[in-house]
């Protein structure tokens, strides 16, 4: 059973820059998609950024060129490295991980095609 444990976030101005880790134990599987996904309050959660085993890498409009997702194979961790931060990022942030490569948005930042997840960070960004 895979493990994910997160770390990073906090507090930060808008503008500012705030990275996310992702510490990933006991996955045995070389086909993944890995990611991050974001409750923003009173929404819905949202896949913002995936990698696959491919090294395929696919971001929301919202997030994309002010959000790095990278997947340290040696460490088995994933980031996500997030600059430019503004009100609307605000939120928790969770990776998970699935045993399965997808292609399509539909099922790449779907929540449910994921089978194990981080217990969620914290990002608060004030104006």
């Known amino acids: 059973q895979a493990q994910l444990r997160q770390s990073g976030g906090g507090s930060v101005q808008a503008g500012g820059s705030l990275r996310l880790s992702c510490e990933i134990s006991?996955?045995?599987?070389?086909?993944?998609?890995m990611g991050w996904f974001h409750k923003a309050p009173g929404k819905e959660l949202e896949g913002i950024a995936i990698i696959d085993s491919n090294d395929f890498i696919t971001y929301v409009k919202s997030v994309k060129g002010r959000f790095t997702i990278s997947l340290d194979k040696a460490k088995n961790t994933l980031g996500l490295q997030m600059n430019r931060l503004n009100p609307e990022d605000t939120g928790l942030y969770y990776c998970?991980?699935?045993?399965?490569?997808?292609?399509?948005?539909?099922?790449?930042?779907?929540?449910?095609?994921?089978?194990?997840w981080g217990q969620g960070t914290q990002v608060t960004v004030s104006s």
């Open positions: 006991e996955y045995a599987s070389y086909k993944y998609c």
């Open positions: 998970p991980a699935s045993p399965n490569v997808y292609y399509t948005e539909n099922t790449r930042y779907s929540a449910d095609m994921y089978r194990n």
